[in-house]
Antibody
Framework: EVQLVESGGGVVQPGGSLRLSCAAS????????MYWVRQAPGRGLDYVSA????????NYASSVQGRFTISRDNSKNTVYLQMGSLRAEDMAVYYC?????????????WGQGTVVTVSS | DIQLTQSPSFLSASVGDRVTITCRAS??????LVWYQQKPGKAPKVLIY???TLQSGVPSRFSGSGSGTEFTLTINSLQPEDFATYFC?????????FGLGTKVEIK
């Protein structure tokens, strides 16, 4: 069974940092592109970042470019999101998401989400 | 960035109704359009990908159509478990943008 389990969310002050982790299981992690997608309270879904299976391709939304860093450790079946210079507008549920396959062009599995609160 | 405009943003319908949701892209995205369903407190679930391909396990009352800039999601014979929010997403180019959602509520 495919599982994506996020952790690392919490309360952080504006300007602070946080590292999210997503532990994957139930599939060959090293062959799937992985993403982070966030959802602010009562709002829609926002793409945050993507990483290719080998980590050689990375992309960010313009709103987080230069502040967030995505990475993955295929030996640990884990994808990370290092978030810095956090702002109120970064407050959201952060989902770890799997693309259904290389160039599948849709997300087939989502984690349960981890909540990031930015507040002084 | 490619903008996706969903309409309506809210609709009220009864069990058994046929419901249609539209998603318009600000530029052509071929057939790289995905539909998700989200229930309160839960992660989204894929319904349709490549504009019209039903994801495995999704009931056949859900269908999608369109290409280029205009797409529709149709739910035939709405069931109680279908009351939720529906999002479209374009997977044509980075960043993968989403529509703002359509909330389907019980009339």
């Amino acid at each position: 069974e495919v599982q994506l389990v996020e952790s690392g969310g919490g309360v952080v002050q504006p300007g602070g940092s946080l590292r999210l982790s997503c532990a994957a299981s139930g599939f060959t992690f090293s062959t799937f592109p992985m993403y982070w997608v966030r959802q602010a309270p009562g709002r829609g879904l926002d793409y945050v970042s993507a990483i290719s299976p080998d980590g050689g391709f990375i992309n960010y939304a313009s709103s987080v470019q230069g502040r967030f860093t995505i990475s993955r450790d295929n030996s640990k079946n884990t994808v990370y999101l290092q978030m810095g210079s956090l702002r109120a507008e970064d407050m959201a549920v952060y989902y770890c998401v799997r693309e259904a396959g290389l160039s599948a062009r849709f997300f087939d599995y989502w984690g349960q989400g981890t909540v990031v609160t930015v507040s002084s | 960035d490619i903008q996706l405009t969903q309409s309506p943003s809210f609709l009220s319908a009864s069990v058994g109704d046929r419901v249609t949701i539209t998603c318009r892209a600000s530029q052509g995205i071929s057939s790289y359009l995905v539909w998700y369903q989200q229930k309160p407190g839960k992660a989204p679930k894929v319904l349709i990908y490549a504009a019209s391909t039903l994801q495995s396990g999704v009931p056949s009352r859900f269908s999608g159509s369109g290409s280029g800039t205009e797409f529709t999601l149709t739910i035939n014979s709405l069931q109680p478990e279908d009351f939720a929010t529906y999002f479209c997403q374009q997977f044509n180019s980075f960043p993968m943008t989403f529509g703002l959602g359509t909330k389907v509520e019980i009339k």
